[in-house]
């Protein structure tokens, strides 16, 4: 008997999990980093800003995921009104 090919969206659902450990890494870092800064610092405003970014791309991945884990158990995922992967800022 043939084996049957992997379906994408697992394939999918894998890579999401594999790129959102090391940047969930990167943010806890990044927030200690931030939590031993002092506010008057010149960089520390520069280095807020990128744990905004790092979080803000976690939520993409979340929600890349969410809608893949649903297609994958044959559950259709509907997309909520407003979701990271339209957000424009």
């Known amino acids: 008997m043939a084996e ?7 394939n999918i659902r894998r890579s999401l999990h594999a790129l959102a450990q090391p940047l969930a890494a ?3 870092m990044v927030d200690l980093l ?3 800064m002092d506010e008057e610092d010149e960089l520390f405003a520069e280095i807020k800003l990128i744990s905004a970014q790092l979080e803000k791309m976690l939520g993409i ?3 890349m995921r969410r809608y893949a884990r649903g297609a994958t158990m044959g559950q259709g995922v509907a997309a909520p009104a407003e ?6 800022t």
């Open 4 to 10: 049957q090919p992997a379906n994408p969206l697992v």
């Open 26 to 28: 990167v943010t806890g």
């Open 34 to 36: 931030l939590m031993e």
């Open 61 to 63: 991945i979340e929600e």
């Open 83 to 88: 979701t990271p992967l339209t957000e424009t």
